[in-house]
């Protein structure tokens, strides 16, 4: 249902934040201070500091997105997924550079003040997360377009945040930071794979060569199921450094994503595959919030 915006209005910007996806950045931030809360590590201003630096990079790269996809073509106004502000005219492409350089200036600002409680060596991280954001889709050689899209959200929503915040909190890394890093990443993937499942036929005629589009949607769809499997299994391995809970408390994800991957076979394609959308960040939370409260219970 197309919606009715006003050009340049806060409703017009906040659209283009896309809020329905900063769950996904949120979680990986909360993962890793269970996981420094665990070791007696957490302290709330650097969480929270991890956490806006993480919403904030999570909007620039919504941002960039809705920019330079427009301008290549992908986002046109007949498109499956839910509306973006420059394909609507919402936003004009002028606008939105602004808007990204605002973002981007304050997401730095964010990360300069958590220098003070991990170090210098976080300037290359921060710096690493701005390049990334913009080479997703932007560039000769724009990375979303030739199938990086999923091994970047493993590194960019699972191992960058999750690893990451608990350095910063605890200034170490364990074995169980990289299993609930890698975990986190697959789960978040979910999204990426749900999203490029429903645009297929668009993604090919726009020239984006994503995972779904190289191997068809068969292959996609078992691609779905089986990194929410393989994420819930990972879990497992924490049983063996005495995260009981940890271990076992993310399987109670499994029937949420399998009754969402049934109900995605079944739609195969359409508009209605957006209720998918909705279901899988559902369930990115519920795996958020199960691991979490594992991780705290151990």
Not at 48 to 59: G, S
Not at 110 to 121: A, K, M, N, R, V
Not at 138 to 161: C, Q
Not at 273 to 291: A, C, E, H, V
């Amino acid at each position: 249902m197309k919606q009715t915006v006003r050009p340049h209005s806060m409703r017009a910007w906040i659209l283009a934040a896309r809020p329905k996806t900063l769950p996904a950045a949120a979680v990986p931030v909360l993962l890793g201070c269970a996981l420094a809360l665990a070791e007696g590590g957490f302290r709330w201003i650097p969480a929270l500091l991890c956490l806006l630096f993480a919403l904030l990079m999570q909007i620039d790269a919504n941002l960039i997105n809705d920019l330079f996809d427009y301008r290549k073509g992908s986002d046109r106004k007949d498109r499956l997924g839910p509306e973006r502000a420059c394909a609507q005219g919402w936003i004009s492409p002028r606008a939105m550079k602004r808007g990204i350089a605002l973002i981007t200036a304050t997401a730095c600002a964010t990360g300069l003040c958590l220098l003070f409680y991990g170090g210098t060596e976080l300037i290359v991280v921060g710096a690493v997360c701005v390049v990334f954001a913009f080479l997703y889709t932007a560039g000769p050689y724009p990375l979303a377009y030739h199938g990086w899209g999923d091994g970047l959200v493993i590194v960019f929503f699972g191992f960058v945040p999750v690893g990451v915040t608990y350095y910063v909190l605890c200034h170490g890394w364990t074995t169980e930071v990289t299993v609930v890093s890698l975990a986190c990443g697959l789960v978040i993937d979910t999204l990426l794979m749900v999203n490029n499942y429903r645009d297929r036929e668009q993604d090919a005629q726009s020239g984006k060569r994503t995972l779904v589009v190289r191997f068809g949607p068969k292959a996609g769809s078992l691609a779905y199921l089986t990194l929410g499997i393989v994420a819930s299994g990972l879990c497992l391995t924490l049983l063996s450094g005495g995260y009981f809970a940890a271990g076992l408390l993310p399987l109670a994800y499994l029937p949420f994503h399998l009754a969402a991957w049934r109900r995605m076979v079944r739609i195969r394609e359409g508009r209605e595959l957006n209720l998918i959308l909705g279901k899988t960040s559902r369930n990115i939370l519920i795996f958020g919030i199960l691991l979490t409260v594992g991780l705290i219970l151990r």
